[in-house]
């Protein structure tokens, strides 16, 4: 009862105080956060469109639509194309990603170790490919793995190698847009990878090099766990990207031969654009960006942990 | 009597001035400044029938006053714009170039403006374009009733040609000379023909260019003309119903035929293969024969147009055991110009649809434009024509000896894209994997996913 009538009495204070704050300082705090939540808003505008039209007949070609439920996602989930679609997505992320980290990884420790009048060259040289559009890069790599006229088919005549199919085969076509994605994003991994080595901090190296550790010993145990936080952030940004590639894919071969190359976005963009069929192409879409989501936060947690690891805040 | 004879004269001179000279110029009550200060957006294929066109933009521009934006995208990009573009409803843009199967998806859809009011009306035609001068096959290819399952020819004129291309076999006769070969008259004469002549000239060089991209335009060239040549239909209606016809024995044995051809003596990277690439093998010498649309050879021949002009010569299409030339079905394209109906500038619009189909640019584009293939009577029947597109060894011949059953070969319907892309997709499985046990298995399955996705579709 006490108790009671001594909350009591904080609460009348409380609003006493409460209604003498000027007006100004009490709004302040929601106008501070006001551009933060319209951006959000902004962001997650799409999102909820995206799902409400995905239960929904949305089509290009019709005046109108209707609220079709759950329609769209029964239909995704059971037709063979859509788990065909998430394996090659998964594939070419996965080859994509691992290719590309341990290459940008192995450019980056070779150049970070020379540092040399080459290796400042070479820093200039390898991000070109960054440069360019990868569209553009796919339109370069078509011509030049051109079975007539192409650079590298000339090149395999040498060791006897002629009509390689690269993309217009089934069983070669992952590799080939792998190699383009290789050539495109190999130096996004190395820059990141690169400015982590060279902004690690000096004397635990100089302790190893006394106690007469090893140049294994040292990268294990040394190098590889305080670039961790690096090599989490250029996996997130590959990672998200490879997920959604369209433009490689849809340049080399427009996800063919057959569908050998059909992923998620490929076949959400060939149902929604050519097909215009928009409702029907959205789940695909929506399933890409929760598997992105999760992953995006399971890789930033991992992140998180590895920076404290690196600081020495865990072990 | 003086007066009469007078006037009679007068009106002859007038008849025959309108005749000798060019159209636009000689029809001096049309205003063609009434849509003065309007600016038009145009989208392009690039294509040469398009390139023609924008040469002459300024002109069109000085005559009328009109100012024109326009965008050039390439074929395998074009169409996914043109639908963005379209289905914003924005009206931009307010005319854009189209092929006659476009109609199909795009006038039920609204987004194409029925021309009819426009050709019909004496205020927005000018009195000397000539409506019945286009070659009835090409404009007519370009009316439908919007009824899924039936032919082109009735109904509204949703677009006008700028072009049409029929589908038959073009050669470099060079190389069949040097070779010692005689041209293909049969398709058994085609595989051994092209068979033979794999590595004609080395690594790389092989025996027949056909398009085989993951796409619509892949069925639609070659493909097509031989497949109706054969006996086979793409859809049938049966009980009010549209029908999938490709699991019927002439479908099954003309893909299984067609698949082999592309295994024996197709291009090594077929599946990757557009018009572009396609043709540009014929042209550089890499391939010896080509199986696509007659245009795709000619601007090959054209003098400075590849390795090989003057080389290229035509013929007509192989026939299947049993067939004779009455059977040859070619398939025909026709690159157009149309309206879109949310256009905010219709009128003005119609001005450039117009004015780049008149006779005078018509002759113009058919002769020094490199646009072969015409759609206007009057230019086929031009001295300069002849005189220009003649020098095409067998071109007009063979384009003279197909044209009697030259039409559109596929049945019209709202999927007709979705439905080609997944032929498409089937033919890249076969030639490319083991996905299927045989041809029949492939097209029975091909059968059943199309009678899916055509299976809302109301047929009257």
Avoid at chain 1, 119 to 128: D, E, G, N, W
Avoid at chain 2, 274 to 292: H, I, N, R
Avoid at chain 2, 373 to 392: C, F, H, L, N, W
Wanted: proline fraction near 5%.
């Amino acid at each position: 009862m006490k108790q009671d009538q001594t909350s009591g009495a904080a609460g009348v204070s409380s609003v006493t105080e409460y209604n003498v704050v000027p007006f100004k300082t009490r709004v302040l705090p929601y106008l501070i956060v006001a551009p933060a939540l319209i951006i959000t808003i902004g962001i997650m505008i799409p999102f909820a469109m995206a799902i409400y039209y995905s239960l929904t007949s949305y089509s290009f070609r019709m005046p109108t639509y209707k609220v079709t439920y759950l329609k769209n996602w029964v239909n995704t989930f059971t037709k063979p194309g859509f788990w065909k679609a998430l394996w090659v997505t998964v594939r070419y992320a996965f080859f994509s990603i691992v290719i590309e980290m341990l290459l940008g990884m192995a450019i980056a420790l070779i150049l970070n170790t020379l540092n040399n009048r080459f290796s400042r060259i070479m820093r200039v040289c390898l991000i070109f490919p960054l440069m360019i559009a990868p569209i553009t890069a796919t339109i370069v790599w078509q011509l030049m793995l051109n079975n007539s006229v192409g650079v590298v088919e000339h090149l395999l005549n040498v060791f006897g190698i002629y009509n390689f199919p690269w993309a217009a085969g089934t069983k070669t076509a992952m590799l080939t847009v792998v190699m383009i994605d290789t050539w495109v994003n190999t130096p996004f991994c190395m820059l990141l990878v690169l400015a982590g080595l060279q902004s690690l901090p000096k004397s635990p190296f100089e302790s190893a090099k006394i106690d007469g550790g090893s140049t294994w010993f040292n990268f294990v145990n040394l190098t590889l766990p305080m670039l961790k936080p690096s090599l989490y952030i250029a996996l997130l940004f590959r990672l998200m990207a490879a997920l959604q590639e369209y433009s490689i894919i849809f340049g080399m071969t427009k996800g063919g031969p057959g569908d050998t190359l059909m992923n998620l976005s490929l076949t959400a963009y060939q149902t929604a654009f050519q097909y215009q069929k928009f409702g029907p192409a959205l789940p695909y879409i929506l399933v890409l960006w929760l598997m992105i989501n999760y992953l995006a936060k399971f890789i930033v947690g991992k992140q998180r942990a590895a920076q404290r690891q690196a600081a020495g805040l865990e072990e | 009597m003086k007066k009469r004879v007078i006037s009679t004269m007068l009106c002859a001179a007038m008849v025959m001035s309108s005749l000798a000279v060019p159209a636009m110029a000689d029809d001096a009550s049309f205003d063609w400044k009434a849509y003065d200060g309007t600016t038009l957006n145009v989208m392009f294929n690039e294509h040469t029938y398009s390139k023609a066109v924008i040469e002459k933009i300024p002109e069109f521009e000085k005559a009328t006053g009109i100012h024109v934006e326009y965008s050039t995208t390439p074929e395998s990009n074009y169409f996914d714009k043109l639908n963005t573009a379209l289905s914003s409803r924005s009206g931009n843009p307010d005319v854009f170039m189209t092929g006659a199967y476009q109609v199909w998806e795009y006038a039920p859809a609204g987004y194409m403006e029925d021309l009819d009011p426009y050709v019909n009306d004496p205020a927005k035609t000018a009195a000397d374009y000539d409506y019945d001068d286009f070659i009835p096959a090409t404009i007519e290819s370009l009316r439908w009733d919007l009824v899924p399952g039936h032919a082109v020819g009735e109904g509204s004129l949703w677009a006008v040609p700028m072009g049409w291309e029929l589908n038959n076999l073009s050669y470099n006769k060079r190389i069949f000379e040097e070779k010692g070969i005689e041209v293909p008259k049969t398709t058994d004469e085609l595989m051994e023909t092209a068979t033979a002549l794999n590595e004609f000239d080395g690594s790389g060089t092989y025996g027949i260019a056909v398009r085989g991209s993951r796409e619509w335009a892949t069925i639609h060239p070659g493909y097509m003309s031989l497949f109706a040549t054969w006996g086979g239909k793409d859809f049938e209606i049966e009980d009010g119903k549209l029908v999938c016809k490709l699991d019927s024995e002439e479908a099954i044995a003309m893909t299984d035929y067609w698949v082999n051809l592309i295994k024996q003596a197709g291009p090594p990277q077929w599946s990757t293969y557009t018009w572009y690439q396609a043709s540009a093998d014929l042209g550089a010498g890499k391939a010896a024969m080509l199986f696509d649309a007659t245009s795709a050879a000619y601007f090959q021949n054209v003098e400075g147009g590849s390795a090989e002009s003057g080389n290229i010569a035509w013929s007509t299409i192989p026939l299947p055991e049993g067939k004779t030339e009455a059977d040859m079905k070619a398939n025909v394209w026709i690159w157009s110009l149309a309206m879109n109906a949310d256009s905010k500038n219709k009128d003005a619009a119609w001005y450039f649809i117009q004015y780049f189909s008149n006779k005078e640019f018509m002759q113009w584009s058919g002769t020094e434009g490199a646009c072969a293939d015409t759609p206007r009577q009057s230019v086929m029947d031009s001295d300069g024509y002849k005189e220009i597109v003649g020098k095409a060894d067998n071109y007009l011949e063979a384009i003279n000896a197909l044209s009697p059953n030259a039409t559109i070969q596929f049945t019209p319907q709202p999927y007709f894209f979705e439905c080609t892309t997944t032929w498409a997709e089937t033919l890249q499985d076969l030639v490319t994997s083991d996905k299927y046990a045989s041809t029949e298995e492939a097209m029975k399955q091909l059968k059943a996913t199309l009678d899916e996705v055509v299976s809302d579709l109301e047929v009257e």
